[in-house]
């Protein structure tokens, strides 16, 4: 081997050498960012000639478990849902609130109840007839405060769901130019790990909102669809559209067209707003909006119904005349069965007998619609009240026998119980995905095996170093002859 021959295979080990540290010291370096990968250096033995010529670098290979990622991206999806719904489900249960938990709603009914044997044990007294009206008017007002913020929810919703089709639009244009990029450099020759650490990144935030499948396409290119088969990018991305609601009203629905849905250039999805796209974030939104949020509003509607028809009968109060409306009103007005969609927010005492409207605090006790007050020791009317609101009922879309708080209680323990299964699914979930991490982290930079191979590179140098040495010695005496 010539001495030519010699100092050419030690500088390339060398320059070999110089880019192995460089890349050993960038996964040292990024060992906790996310989306890196791990680098190793591709080598290989070059020849001129047929002989020997040192060390070449065939390129850099990023390292990525695509089975492990593509579960844990699924996992993200997944954990993203179940904790949109048990936030939302746990922000409902708040509003409407626990049996026997004060300011619950059959905390307010069991007042009332209470009040009402207060009253007609001394039906001469204004001041527990007017306690009485009170507690009426804090479970008309409950009732109030809860539909509207259900509907508040909703409206919460709704701008979640413009914001995350705001996000994946932005995320997939992202990832288009980046698939460009990465076309452009590997053509040049560059090194494309740092442009694909960044598309794993985003296309990482993109598993969030909805589920996604990841598909190789030439020269580094990757194309996403959602699991369901919904294409969001292949070679150009997919414009999602989404015009959200600054107010929602208990009768706006998908179905009513009150509200919209998710659009792909302009064209309706699908009749549930959502299509091929369930499973993330965005769905959660759509689950909450169109489904678990008006179940809620349902419910409540379905009580402020139970309670106005159980004090507008004829035979309960004999000043009233069929049509009339009782001593809880639909906004004034008698509860006719036609509109219970909303009924929640528009349940209020008689004006009749709320002296801040003008009326009579004592026809709770002669008759909501007497003109002449009757006897100040006549407690029948307020016993019979209450006992009509302790009476097992059937109402409207709820065939249950209950009485009104039985119904309260029993709407509360179902969004109870909602809220702890959504909540053991958030559990299940994060368990899977925390594993999912963590066997994905371990299979990413071993900060303990990079720092051995700084050890073998400096040695690599250290040895070509000397062979470049010797040849220099070797020249030098060469010339001295």
């Given amino acids: 081997m010539s001495i030519t021959h010699s100092l050419s295979n030690a500088l390339s080990g060398m320059t070999a050498a110089s880019r192995l540290a460089e890349v050993v010291s960038s996964n040292v370096s990024n060992a906790l960012t996310d989306g890196y990968a791990r680098r190793t250096l591709d080598l290989s033995s070059a020849s001129v000639g047929g002989r020997g010529a040192g060390v070449q670098i065939s390129g850099v290979t990023r390292h990525v478990d695509l089975g492990l990622l593509s579960s ?4 993200d999806a997944s954990m993203g849902a179940a904790s949109f719904l048990a936030n939302t489900i746990s922000d409902v249960e708040g509003i409407i609130g626990s049996a026997g938990e004060e300011g619950s709603l059959s905390a307010r009914i069991v007042a009332v109840e209470a009040a009402l044997v207060e009253a007609a044990a001394d039906p001469s007294s204004d001041v527990s007839l007017t306690a009485l009206g009170q507690r009426f008017t804090e479970l008309a007002s409950s009732l109030n405060t809860a539909s509207d913020s259900i509907q508040a929810k909703r409206v919460e919703a709704d701008t979640f769901i413009a914001d995350q089709v705001d996000a994946l639009n932005t995320a997939l244009g992202q990832v288009e130019d980046l698939n460009k990029d990465i076309v452009a450099a590997r053509s040049s020759g560059v090194d494309v790990s740092g442009l694909m650490d960044t598309r794993q ?17 030439d020269n580094g290119q990757v194309a996403l669809m959602t699991t369901s088969g919904e294409t969001l990018l292949d ?28 659009t792909i250039d302009g064209v309706a999805i699908s009749s549930d707003g959502i299509g091929r796209m369930s499973g993330g974030s965005l769905a959660a939104a759509f689950q909450v909006r169109d489904v678990d949020l008006v179940d809620a509003q349902s419910n409540l509607d379905i009580m402020a119904a139970d309670l106005i028809t159980r004090f507008q009968d004829p035979g309960l109060d004999s000043t009233l005349s069929p049509g009339d409306a009782g001593l809880l009103t639909d906004a004034g007005a008698a509860y006719d069965g036609t509109s219970v969609t909303g009924l929640a927010s528009r349940i209020s005492l008689n004006a009749s007998v709320d002296p801040a409207q003008g009326g009579v605090v ?23 009240l209450s006992a009509v609101l302790s009476e097992p009922r059937a109402v409207g879309l709820d065939p249950t026998m209950l009485s009104a708080a039985g119904r309260a209680a029993n709407i509360e323990a179902g969004i109870g119980s909602q809220r702890l299964t959504y909540e053991a699914d958030l559990s299940f979930e994060t368990s ?17 095996y990079e720092l051995q191979m700084l050890l073998r590179v400096e040695q690599a140098y250290a040895a070509n170093a000397r062979v470049v040495q010797t040849v220099d010695t070797l020249m030098q005496r060469l010339m001295e002859i």
């Avoid at 985003?202 to 598909?215: G, L």
């Avoid at 414009?239 to 509200?259: E, H, K, Q, R, Y």
């Avoid at 004592?362 to 019979?384: C, E, K, P, Y």
């Fill in 72 to 75: 844990r991206r699924l996992s």
């Fill in 432 to 448: 899977r995905w925390t594993s999912l991490t963590e066997a994905e982290a371990a299979d990413g930079v071993d900060t303990d």
């Fill in 201 to 217: 990144q985003i296309i990482d935030s993109i598993a969030e909102i909805v589920p996604i499948k990841q598909f190789q396409r």
């Fill in 362 to 384: 004592t026809n709770i006790r002669d008759g909501v619609n007497a003109t002449v007050a009757g006897s100040s020791g006549d407690s029948s009317l307020l016993q019979a």
């Fill in 235 to 262: 070679g150009t991305a997919k414009v999602f559209g989404f015009s959200p609601n600054a107010t929602i009203t208990p009768d706006m629905t998908l179905a009513s067209g009150g509200l919209g849905g998710i």
